[in-house]
């Protein structure tokens, strides 16, 4: 079992930068990933990004890359995302997710274990 917390999301100004947070817990191993997801109102969740836990290997959904930074803190059992030059459109709730195997997990079903959320709302 796996638990996941995110944090680190708020009100900020279109430009800024932010970086959330999620927290991991529970049975951790080297084959699991950790993704970040982001979702509109009324729409699916779109996959932004994930990292292996192990050996730290990232993947990003075509053209999240410039923007977009996933990271893991392995110390503080904590997978990142930095979110830079933020838009408009980036207002959304964030939600990281674990799933565990050798694959690149991108797809919501692909994920077994699922935070709360986050929201980011940016304003212009």
């Known amino acids: 079992q796996v638990q996941l917390v995110e944090s680190g999301g708020g009100l900020v100004q279109a430009g800024d930068s932010l970086t959330l947070s999620c927290v991991v817990s529970?049975?951790?191993?080297?084959?699991?990933?950790v993704g970040w997801f982001r979702q509109t109102p009324g729409e699916d969740k779109q996959f932004v990004a994930n990292?292996?836990?192990?050996?730290?290997?990232?993947y990003y959904k075509e053209g999240m890359k410039g923007r977009f930074t996933i990271a893991r803190d392995s110390a503080k059992n904590t997978v990142l995302l930095q979110i830079r030059s933020l838009k408009r459109e980036d207002t959304d709730v964030y939600s990281c997710?674990?799933?565990?195997?050798?694959?690149?997990?991108?797809?919501?079903?692909?994920?077994?274990?699922w935070g709360q959320g986050t929201q980011v709302t940016v304003s212009s």
């Open positions: 997710a674990a799933a565990r195997g050798p694959f690149t997990p991108t797809r919501i079903v692909d994920f077994d274990y």
């Open positions: 529970g049975r951790t191993y080297s084959d699991h990933v």
């Open positions: 990292i292996r836990w192990g050996d730290g290997r990232t």
